[in-house]
């Protein structure tokens, strides 16, 4: 089985549109949907991240002193394209 990622909308009568071109050879596919999620929880993200550091415990002294050292996670991090490229390795895709 080959994967493909690729962008599209879901119209007003409820259609979902693939919005490039589509190189494949004819035949029954399978679709999955992942509905992009937009969070409007603040209207700059930069500054809250920076405000708020989660504080993470662990019983083991250096696990504890990793997680209270780690670097914050970047405002373009997108864990749907981890994820993506994480099911691709995994699965060999």
């Known amino acids: 089985m080959q994967a493909y990622k690729l962008k599209a909308k879901i119209d007003d009568a409820g259609n979902l549109v693939i919005t490039e071109p589509v190189k494949m050879p004819p035949g029954d596919v399978e679709v999955i949907v992942l509905q992009t999620?937009?969070?409007?929880?603040?209207?700059?993200?930069?500054?809250?991240?920076?405000?708020?550091k989660p504080k993470r415990k662990?019983?083991?002294?250096?696990?504890?002193?990793?997680?209270e050292n780690a670097?914050?996670?970047?405002?373009?991090?997108?864990?749907?394209?981890?994820?993506?490229?994480?099911?691709?390795?995994?699965?060999d895709l």
């Open 37 to 52: 999620v937009e969070s409007a929880s603040s209207t700059n993200p930069e500054t809250e991240t920076q405000q708020e």
């Open 58 to 67: 662990s019983k083991v002294k250096s696990l504890r002193e990793l997680l």
């Open 71 to 91: 670097p914050p996670v970047p405002p373009d991090f997108d864990p749907e394209q981890a994820r993506w490229e994480g099911l691709k390795e995994k699965y």
